[in-house]
């Protein structure tokens, strides 16, 4: 496969773009090599500046559910540009996707729209603290909520990725108030609160990880971690910025049937427009200004043709069998993968949920941050690049999810598993 215009567009971009990305995840540092710059997407396939085409299970980090430039989106947001790209002012769509927002998920009983998952998070944060009067938060190893000051202690994703300690520049007073717990032990929560709970203003999770690559909470921990929370007066909230409109229309919290007291959505909610949003329980949404004192703003909140985008995504959505067929393509996959596997005799571990799902190079089971980093990072590197030389597009690092989309139908799983076949295949020779 010949990637010169990507190479040459990639030398340029390092002059002027920081690592020459504008996402450190983007670049290949957890797979070596350098990064592919694309020119299209169209359904499940992306085409790179090289004219080389990839089945793809990035899906943009999440948003992509329905495929690159899925028509009904596209004519939605030409449709609300041509009346204006922003107004900064309140909107009828806006307050009619707040509505469909709340019917879908009845945990959340107002929301405020952000335009991005990041700002979604660090608005909860302050949120949580504002009303409790607690200045403390909860976060789980290996969890990412965006790059938020609060969150950038023992997170996932890239900082994972790139091995890098925790973030220069976040104060250390700052720092200090994040604590972290493991994920999937409740013990050690519990320890935490009965020592620090009424200092905790919340505990903040990924219901299912995916920023550690997949990890799938065991059985009643969320549930477990809920009851902790009430016990301690800790506001219990869901990052559902991949999981939300994904695992199911309601996400992770209609999945597990679990009612967290704040949730935070982007990704999937914008339908690959910039758009995040919190929101949860009336009395503590109440106080976000102008409502009550918990300051948050934003010039392009709600911006019309990022909700435009939103509103015809969330209504494909609800077209009747859309998660079964998702569940069913997305199992078809991992079925596939781990079958290919252990054709080849290559020991893998493969944690899904839904639509999200991770191949973890190490044959013991992956359930936490210690567990995952147990996996063979370099022989993912030589698995993912003898897959996008057959024209595959995973997320460049072992601590990533992969995201199936709903354009992904059987010619693409078959196109899928025949790379996979070559790939573990090539891994086997070479060790
Ligand atoms: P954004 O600010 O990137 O929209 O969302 C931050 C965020 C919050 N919460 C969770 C659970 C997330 O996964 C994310 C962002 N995820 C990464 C992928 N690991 C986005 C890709 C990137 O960083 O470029």
Known sequence: MNHAHSQALFSRAQARIPGGVNSPVRAFRGVGGDPIFFREGAGAWLTDVDGNRYVDLVGSWGPLILGHAYPPIIDAIIDAAK????YGA??????????????????????RLVSSGTEATVAAVRVARGFTGREFILKFEGCFHGAGDPFLVKAGSGVETLGLPDSPGVPQALAKLTLT?????????????AEKGKDIACAIIEPVVGNMGVLVPKPGYLEGLQALCQKHGVLFVM???MTGFRLARGGAQELYGLKP??????KVIGGGMPLGAYGGRADIMSKVAPAGPVYQSGTLSGNPVAVAAGMACLKALAAPGTYKRLEEVSRMLAEGLAAEAKAAEVPVTINRVG?????????EAVYDYPT??????????????????????????QFEAAFVSLAIGEPEVAHVLAAARKAFRSLGKTG
């Open 83 to 86: 009346r204006g790209t922003t």
């Open 181 to 193: 717990a493991p994920f999937n032990d409740l013990g050690a929560v519990e320890r935490l609160f």
């Open 355 to 363: 639509s999200m799902l991770t191949v973890f190079f190490t044959s």
């Open 90 to 111: 309140p909107t009828a769509a806006e307050v009619e996707f707040a509505e469909l927002i709340c019917a879908t998920m009845p945990a959340v009983e107002m929301v």
């Open 239 to 241: 990052d559902e910025v």
């Open 372 to 397: 995952a980093k147990k996996a063979d990072t370099a022989r993912f590197g030589r698995f993912f690049h003898a897959m996008l030389n057959e024209g595959v597009y995973l997320p460049p690092s």
């Open 261 to 266: 007291d704040l949730t935070t959505m982007a």
